[in-house]
């Protein structure tokens, strides 16, 4: 009977391990975005998605970025999912993530599909660029070290989308806090985020907007003045390679 019992569960086990597999591997674009559809799936199919993106490109893996938006190239069914009048910030955090997942794509080796990216920082712009800058003010680090994140993955898709950024986000002063935002531990904390989406234009804008991002007196002024001595060497080497190749030349040229 023990050894019955031992078969049993052995075999229930190998049917558990075939499901999950099996769940894995019939995970592709299809599937993903008949799960956005549904509200009883949408957040599962957010998490397994970013997730799988995480791991990607990968040969011996099916590319479920590509494989969605080859069928969604606006991510209509992610982008509904913000609709409604009250957002969780736990779900608008697996949503922006999600999207930020296909613009470091798009922005890489998937660059032949840079139009999706457009056209998901053309319909953030125009539709939630209020939402996000709101969201920046958030109590939840980890939530706005997202925001931020995901900020940085629109500008990264090239001049034109930075420019777009740049002109549509309103730098106030009260985000001067986000650069004191620091952790205690020297995990990635808001201030390095913060750090990366100022970078982010020094990257990937052209002159006219660099001479732009320099002219302002509240937004790299505050990165560099606070806490540059508290950082990670990885991210002042950064800063400084960053300002010595972007921002050198540009003063030159003036």
């Keep these: 009977m023990g050894k019955k019992r031992s ?3 052995d075999e229930s086990k190998t049917h558990v391990k075939k499901v999950k597999v099996s769940e894995t591997a019939e995970f592709n674009g ?13 957040m599962k199919g957010l998490d397994t ?5 995480k791991k990607l490109p990968c040969p011996d893996l099916y590319d ?37 997942m ?11 599909f ?3 990216g457009s056209t998901i920082v053309k319909k953030v712009v125009s539709s939630y660029m209020k939402l996000i800058q709101t969201s920046l003010h958030s109590e939840n680090h980890r939530f706005v070290r997202q ?35 620091k952790d205690k531990m020297g995990k990635p904390d808001v201030r390095m985020a913060y750090t990366q989406f100022a970078l982010s234009f020094l990257v990937s ?25 508290e950082d990670r060497i990885s991210t002042v080497n950064l800063i400084l390679s960053t300002l010595q190749t972007k921002v050198g030349p540009n003063l030159l040229s003036q």
Aim: hydrophobic residues 45%; charged residues 25%; proline residues 2%.
């Design 205 to 229: 804008g052209d002159n006219a907007t660099i001479g732009q991002l320099l002219e302002m007196k509240d937004f790299l002024p505050d990165i560099l003045s606070s806490g540059l001595k």
């Design 114 to 116: 840079s139009m999706v």
């Design 30 to 42: 299809t599937v993903f975005k008949a799960m956005l559809k549904e509200p009883t799936k949408a």
């Design 64 to 100: 479920v970025v590509e494989g969605y938006i080859k069928i969604s190239m606006e991510c209509s069914e992610i982008f509904k999912l913000l609709e409604g009048d009250k957002q969780m910030e736990s779900e608008m955090l697996v949503i922006f993530q999600s999207l930020e």
């Design 147 to 181: 925001c931020l994140s995901f900020l940085s993955a629109m500008v990264s898709q090239g001049a034109d989308t930075a420019r777009e950024v740049f002109s549509h986000f309103h730098f106030t002063k009260g985000l001067s806090a986000l650069a004191k935002r």
């Design 49 to 53: 998605f970013i997730t799988t993106a």
């Design 7 to 9: 078969s049993e569960v």
């Design 102 to 112: 296909i613009l470091l794509r798009t922005a890489s080796d998937l660059s032949h």
